[in-house]
């Protein structure tokens, strides 16, 4: 693992190329061109060696791009989520089998869910209830409701 001081100093280096006048100024049009563009400079290419990990792995034991030669259900990536997120959230950091992390095969769950939508190789099985966003919204309100009342009892 890197040292506090390594990661420090590397971000401190990130940061500074961000606040660069010179690179966020620049007068060359290719730089005007690429800045339009999705910006890759914030990415952390930790993550990104853990998904290529993950990805070359997948590539290796089923084929490269194997997600793209026949369609794929959605269902399928998001139980591997579900999976691997709890056996992050139980204290596992490392998958057993590829050695990278819990959470680089979620992101390689989430990539391949992505290029399913834009390639159309997916089969949109979710469960689309339309119930949990309001759900959601609504548990804000009433948590809310709750803090205040158990405030408000136990002055």
Same mark, same amino acid.
């Not at 099985?125 to 309100?141: I, M, N, W, Y």
């Given at each position: 693992?890197?040292?506090r001081d390594q990661i420090? $100093?590397?971000?401190?280096? &990130?940061?500074?190329?961000?606040?660069?006048?010179?690179?966020? /100024? $620049?007068?060359n049009?290719?730089?005007?061109?690429?800045?339009?563009?999705?910006p890759f400079i914030g990415v952390p290419? /930790?993550?990104? &060696?853990?998904l290529g990990l993950v990805?070359?792995?997948?590539?290796?034991?089923?084929?490269?791009y194997n997600f793209r030669s026949t369609r794929i259900n959605a269902s399928t990536y998001i139980d591997a989520i579900y999976r691997h997120f709890l056996k992050y959230q139980d204290g596992v950091d490392c998958d057993k089998? $590829?050695?990278?992390?819990?959470?680089?095969?979620i992101m390689a769950c989430c990539a391949i869910?992505?290029?399913g939508h834009y390639t159309g190789m997916i089969i949109d099985?979710?469960?689309? /209830?339309?119930?949990?966003?309001?759900?959601?919204?609504? $548990?804000?309100?009433l948590f809310g409701v709750f803090k205040e009342n158990y405030n408000e009892s136990s002055t």
């Open positions: 693992m890197f040292e420090q $100093s590397f971000a401190e280096g &990130v940061q500074q190329k961000i606040q660069d006048e010179e690179m966020l /100024t $620049s007068p049009p290719k730089a005007a061109y690429g800045a339009a563009k999705a290419p /930790t993550a990104l &060696v853990q990805m070359g792995g997948g590539a290796h034991k089923y084929g490269l089998e $590829s050695g990278a992390t819990e959470l680089a095969h869910l992505i290029d099985d979710r469960c689309k /209830t339309g119930l949990v966003e309001p759900l959601l919204e609504d $548990s804000a309100h």
